[in-house]
């Protein structure tokens, strides 16, 4: 949980780093071995290997997917793209995302630390032992 703590961390802290992630340029030895006792840890929780890639793929997924999407939402927040709330309201009509607009501050709130982990102890097969 501490190392998908600290990446999402470090993201968003460095947002030229996203994009490079998957290539060749975000893989070194270090970043390796964090990785291998993540995956060693998981294995053992886990007890298979096809359980702990599951848990794994899953929980670095939610890390990398909501660190991509605060990043956009900073972007056009800090580019005024939406404009207020009621020039949004405005432009849209009763039917058009409703449920989503009601939602919107509680899906905005999502953008914070204490949500990100609750959120990833669910994930985390060690942390649903302890629940």
Not at 29 to 52: I, K, N
Not at 58 to 82: P, W
Not at 90 to 102: I, K, M, N, V, Y
Request: negative net charge; contains cysteine.
């Amino acid at each position: 949980l501490e190392c998908f703590r600290r990446m999402r961390e470090a993201l968003l802290s460095h947002p030229g780093v996203t994009p490079l992630l998957g290539t060749g340029a975000s893989v070194s030895a270090e970043s390796l071995g964090v990785l291998e006792q993540v995956v060693a840890g998981l294995r053992e929780v886990c007890g298979s290997d096809a359980a702990a890639a599951e848990s794994f793929y899953a929980m670095l997924s939610f890390t990398v997917g909501t660190v991509h999407i605060e990043q956009g939402m900073r972007r056009v927040l800090n580019a005024g793209e939406l404009g207020s709330a009621s020039e949004l309201s405005a432009r849209l009509s009763p039917r058009d995302g409703a449920t989503l607009l009601r939602l919107a501050p509680q899906v905005v709130a999502q953008a914070d630390e204490g949500p990100f982990m609750r959120t990833l102890e669910r994930l985390c097969p060690q942390a649903q032992l302890r629940i």
